[in-house]
């Protein structure tokens, strides 16, 4: 998908979203009282693809945990929840927050408090972590008297920070010594590729069925997968089991050269796509998808990807999608309504500024989108014979020179194409690539 076919699809999201195709949708979420978050602060959802943006600690992650006990049956709680070490304070005034949402295009709209609740008894230890609908509070400025039902949608809610396959929990967090866990996994494997191939596991005596289940892809996920990642996969199988002790999700991917491996061999990247595409489309259609910096261990390309993934996805199966995020790959393109950027005041709270560009997030940020084009060189020596050329010219100030230390390689093969397709990127960005594939001169800088 290039960028023109991209902004098509997101015009057609538009004329779906004004249609009211999108049923049970979540309009916009209040905060009279959570967290770090301003009194009052609301969050607008016009675009069902919502991009929150903002510095480490500014709130997106807890935005995320209240859509997440926004709907029937689920709580925040799940994430935020009081402990000795990071108490929830009540002082007086409960944390609380509210949403409004329309079942249909022809319902008007229903808002829904969520309260933190003291529940327990004299003879019970109180539990202050219980969040349950309330009545409307009109001080909060709420629009109704009655109280209405939690919207009734499915959560899809993925933290890509905390994916972590079978092996990496046995291999990098076991308390064991780096042979007990070599061996135990040695051990355990002949189990595991019985489980892949279908075949009995015969795993001292238990049912299989308790001791791991597998799923083999469909063919469309699998080329869904491939088309991310930029690799062309033949059969992907994920096995969830409890082979390693603990449950956990083994990956075994081929690819078209019939070359197979598992998650032990398998970039983290590819295993959270594998697990966020097989999520969505195992979900059912206008489900809340909530994703944390689904950009983790995914380079630019595959970054810009899975953004023409979710907004294909949004379109055929109505999803609202609300992503935290700090990648500028991912809110390009996208209209000023999607991003919503966190911003801190003088007294170290939250408030959320709704409608801007990309370029003015990424400023706040402290990652201003500088007016220089970029160039890219694969090696040291081109980076300053081009500094050297730009400097002879009077150019410099219009430039930023990089060396990737990626070389030659990983410019072509990861970022030109999504550079290309995408119209910001291919006017501000650059690759000098000379063709030689060495990268280890030693030269004198003086002669240049």
């Given at each position: 998908?290039?960028?023109?076919?991209?902004?098509?699809?997101?015009?057609?999201?538009?004329?779906?979203?004004?249609?009211?195709?999108?049923?049970?949708?979540?309009?916009?979420?209040?905060?009279?009282?959570?967290?770090?978050?301003?009194?009052?602060?609301?969050?607008?959802?016009?675009f069902p693809m919502t991009v929150l943006i903002?510095?480490?600690?500014?709130?997106?992650?807890?935005?995320?945990?209240?859509?997440?006990?926004?709907?029937?049956?689920?709580?925040?709680?799940?994430?935020?929840?009081?402990?000795?070490?990071?108490?929830?304070?009540?002082?007086?005034?409960?944390?609380?927050?509210?949403?409004?949402?329309?079942?249909?295009?022809?319902?008007?709209?229903?808002?829904?408090?969520?309260?933190?609740?003291?529940?327990?008894?004299?003879?019970?230890?109180?539990?202050?972590?219980?969040?349950?609908?309330?009545?409307?509070?009109?001080?909060?400025?709420?629009?109704?008297?009655?109280?209405?039902?939690?919207?009734?949608?499915?959560?899809?809610?993925?933290?890509?920070?905390?994916?972590?396959?079978?092996?990496?929990?046995?291999?990098?967090?076991?308390?064991?010594?780096?042979?007990?866990?070599?061996?135990?996994?040695?051990?355990?494997?002949?189990?595991?590729?019985?489980?892949?191939?279908?075949?009995?596991?015969?795993?001292?005596?238990?049912?299989?069925?308790?001791?791991?289940?597998?799923?083999?892809?469909?063919?469309?996920?699998?080329?869904?997968?491939?088309?991310?990642?930029?690799?062309?996969?033949?059969?992907?199988?994920?096995?969830?089991?409890?082979?390693?002790?603990?449950?956990?999700t083994s990956v075994y991917m081929k690819n078209?050269?019939?070359?197979?491996?598992?998650?032990?061999?398998a970039g983290s990247g590819e295993i959270a796509?594998?697990?966020?595409?097989?999520?969505?489309?195992?979900?059912?259609?206008?489900?809340?998808?909530?994703?944390?910096?689904?950009?983790?261990?995914?380079?630019?390309?595959?970054?810009?990807?899975?953004?023409?993934?979710?907004?294909?996805?949004?379109?055929?199966?109505?999803?609202?999608?609300?992503?935290?995020?700090?990648?500028?790959?991912?809110?390009?393109?996208?209209?000023?309504?999607?991003?919503?950027?966190?911003?801190?005041?003088?007294?170290?709270?939250?408030?959320?500024?709704?409608?801007?560009?990309?370029?003015?997030?990424?400023?706040?940020?402290?990652?201003?989108?500088?007016?220089?084009?970029?160039?890219?060189?694969?090696?040291?020596?081109?980076?300053?014979?081009?500094?050297?050329?730009?400097?002879?010219?009077?150019?410099?100030?219009?430039?930023?020179?990089?060396?990737?230390?990626?070389?030659?390689?990983?410019?072509?093969?990861?970022?030109?194409?999504?550079?290309?397709?995408?119209?910001?990127?291919?006017?501000?960005?650059?690759?000098?690539?000379?063709?030689?594939?060495?990268?280890?001169?030693?030269?004198?800088?003086?002669?240049?």
């Open positions: 998908m290039d960028y023109n076919q991209m902004q098509m699809t997101i015009e057609t999201i538009k004329r779906m979203k004004n249609s009211g195709v999108f049923i049970n949708y979540i309009e916009y979420i209040d905060f009279p009282f959570y967290k770090n978050l301003i009194p009052r602060t609301r969050i607008n959802f016009e903002g510095k480490n600690g500014s709130g997106k992650s807890s935005t995320l945990h209240a859509l997440f006990g926004a709907p029937q049956g689920y709580t925040c709680s799940d994430f935020w929840f009081s402990t000795d070490v990071d108490p929830i304070a009540e002082s007086g005034d409960r944390n609380r927050y509210f949403y409004g949402y329309v079942e249909n295009k022809d319902s008007d709209i229903k808002e829904v408090m969520k309260l933190r609740m003291k529940r327990g008894s004299e003879t019970k230890k109180e539990n202050f972590d219980y969040w349950e609908t309330s009545r409307p509070l009109m001080k909060d400025g709420m629009l109704q008297s009655k109280r209405n039902s939690p919207v009734n949608k499915d959560v899809i809610y993925l933290d890509f920070r905390a994916e972590v396959s079978a092996f990496d929990k046995i291999f990098h967090f076991s308390k064991e010594n780096l042979d007990e866990r070599k061996n135990l996994l040695r051990q355990r494997s002949k189990y595991l590729k019985r489980l892949f191939n279908g075949e009995p596991m015969r795993f001292k005596g238990t049912q299989d069925n308790k001791v791991g289940n597998l799923e083999i892809l469909s063919e469309y996920t699998v080329k869904c997968i491939g088309k991310i990642l930029n690799k062309e996969y033949t059969d992907i199988r994920v096995a969830e089991h409890k082979l390693y002790r603990n449950m956990g078209k050269y019939e070359m197979g491996y598992s998650e032990a061999n796509v594998v697990q966020l595409v097989r999520r969505i489309e195992k979900a059912r259609d206008y489900s809340l998808v909530l994703l944390d910096e689904p950009e983790v261990s995914l380079h630019p390309g595959a970054q810009e990807n899975l953004k023409e993934y979710l907004l294909e996805a949004i379109k055929t199966k109505k999803l609202q999608v609300v992503i935290s995020t700090h990648s500028p790959t991912l809110i390009i393109g996208l209209p000023s309504s999607a991003i919503k950027l966190f911003k801190t005041n003088e007294y170290g709270k939250f408030y959320v500024q709704e409608n801007i560009n990309y370029e003015e997030a990424f400023f706040d940020i402290e990652n201003r989108v500088s007016n220089k084009k970029m160039i890219f060189c694969e090696d040291y020596a081109a980076q300053k014979l081009v500094e050297k050329v730009l400097m002879y010219i009077n150019k410099e100030q219009y430039f930023d020179v990089v060396y990737y230390h990626g070389g030659e390689k990983t410019l072509v093969n990861h970022y030109m194409t999504p550079i290309a397709l995408n119209r910001y990127l291919s006017q501000k960005i650059y690759l000098m690539l000379d063709g030689d594939m060495k990268t280890d001169y030693v030269f004198n800088e003086d002669v240049l």
